[in-house]
């Protein structure tokens, strides 16, 4: 067989691939019912017949964007690549990484060679990431906020909160004379008052790698010299998360805050732990919807002495009592 033959048979049958395709696009434009034209509803995810009605495709993709603009400028603005940049990372994430799997595009292995390869370019890559003091004290911070918010729960708004805190004392140069652990535990404490999400100083001094007595000085020396305006804790904000850990009901949770917002009132908060008025609430809210709850539970779940939890107790069902119906 010649070669001008096997391209003649080629070509023809690269023509009747193309026939058979606009065929097949001729079709999906028409209706099957009565040749009408095919339309496509972007708001119902459906193709139908502009003339009769049929619904010829369901459950479309919409490959577009999730947003809408209406003008120029504010598509501009809403349209995006890549990952989000964040505050959370030294680098605002806007710097590649290099996988530490050694397998290529197709799953292979690396050969030993290309692996010791591999390492020389993540070293570098390391390395120009954090070119300066100031980059690797913010990457050590940072991972240190993030390994402690993981600990206590907290959600990234915290963590995003306090990235920028820390960020802020690293720009003014609070740093000088204080440790980094100091400060990044200062400043996800900071945030989670801020957020409405506190933890008390035992439980971050639980998970952080500093002292108590140093994180209460370094986290008032922030807010000072950052001029950061954080609420006194309010004893309502624990609610939620001692109710969660002991498996209570929402009753239970309800009546604790009735508890509190009556304490309030009768003024007997002030000078008070919040986290101490909060765990006794609890307890006191679970007595009173027959739940089966010990001190000790509560104790445990909130890191502070059965002391504490019985002198509140007390002192709550005492306002209780003398609250006007």
Known sequence: MTDSSIRTR????????RVES???????????????RLISDT???ETVCADCGLVVDEGEIDRGPEWRAFDAAEKDEKSRVGAPTTNMMHDQGLSTNIGWQDKDAYGRSLSSRQRQKMQRLRTWNERFRTRDSKERNLKQALG????????LGLPDNVRETAS???????EEDLLPGRSIEGVSTASLYAAARQAG????????????????????????YVIRELGLEVQ??????????????????DETERRARQLLKTAKDAEIHSGKSPVGLAAA????????????????????????????????????LEAEEGAPV
């Open 10 to 17: 080629s070509d023809q049958r690269r023509q009747a691939d």
């Open 22 to 36: 606009n065929e097949e696009t001729s079709e999906r434009e028409q209706c099957p019912e009565c040749d009408g």
């Open 43 to 45: 708001e119902h995810a």
């Open 144 to 151: 240190e906020i993030d390994r402690m918010a993981s600990a």
């Open 164 to 170: 920028v805190i820390y960020r802020r004392a690293l």
């Open 197 to 220: 999400t506190p933890r008390s100083l035992d439980e971050i001094s639980a998970v952080s790698r500093v002292e108590k007595d140093e994180i209460a000085r370094t986290y008032r």
């Open 232 to 249: 006194p804790a309010d004893p309502e904000s624990y609610v939620p998360r001692f109710a969660s850990d002991l498996d209570l009901p």
């Open 281 to 316: 609430a609890v307890y006191a809210a679970a007595l009173l919807t027959n739940e089966k709850v010990t001190q000790n539970d509560v104790s445990e779940v909130a890191s502070i002495s059965e002391v504490t939890i019985r002198n509140r107790y007390h002192e709550l």
